[in-house]
């Protein structure tokens, strides 16, 4: 199938983390290790080449730098976009993630996606099975009505939050069938014009 017919999205797990030195951070927004920021490194050297039009990213910042792995390999430094909608199941209520400015330490051309869920303010739930599957919804809707085939979209998020976007892009109910995705791991699913989808790989 030629790819001008197929709208790919690049689901990618954050790098290695640890929790001991938070700053002043939320509890559940860990830094990177420093296997982390070398795996972030090796991402951006895979992907240097391969021509991505949007970079979608959580809030919490180890999502986010490992993002910046792959933005700071590209020659032209790419828009980083921030999707707090992203963010990790179960992290604290009401946090959610970090701020425009406090990120943009770590990367200048960032700026905040639009709120998928219409409110002035950031509310939405990240606890409970039903409020994920909602958010899962909004982000794929979102990623499939902004973006047209031949377009390629990287997304980075989190191990468990992945567990309800990968199904949810296939169609499939979250918790069917469950995902062991490894540290800066890539899994391609392939929205054809003819409405399937396609599986394109898991965990590579």
Request: with cysteine; net charge negative; hydrophobic share 30%.
């Amino acid at each position: 199938m030629e790819k001008t017919d197929v709208l790919e999205i690049l689901f990618i797990r954050h790098a290695e983390t640890q929790y001991d030195n938070i700053g002043d951070r939320d509890p559940s927004d860990g830094e990177l290790t420093a296997a982390g920021e070398c795996q972030c490194a090796e991402l951006g050297e895979k992907l240097k080449d391969l021509p991505i039009d949007a970079y979608i990213t959580s809030s919490l910042l180890r999502s986010f730098k490992t993002a910046t792995g792959v933005c700071r390999a590209k020659a032209d430094e790419p828009l980083l976009e921030i999707c707090p909608e992203l963010v990790e199941c179960g992290c604290t209520p009401g946090y959610y993630g970090c701020s425009e400015e406090y990120l943009q330490r770590y990367y200048q051309n960032t700026k905040m996606c639009e709120k998928l869920f219409g409110t002035e303010k950031y509310e939405f739930g990240c606890e409970a099975y039903e409020d994920n599957v909602i958010r899962a919804r909004k982000v794929i809707s979102y990623i499939k009505n902004r973006f047209s085939s031949g377009g390629r979209v990287a997304v980075f998020s989190h191990h468990g939050f992945l567990e309800y976007l990968i199904p949810t892009a296939l169609g499939v109910e979250p918790h069917k069938f469950r995902f062991s995705l490894d540290n800066i791991s890539i899994t391609a699913v392939d929205f054809c014009r003819d409405g399937n989808t396609v599986l394109r790989c898991v965990n590579k």
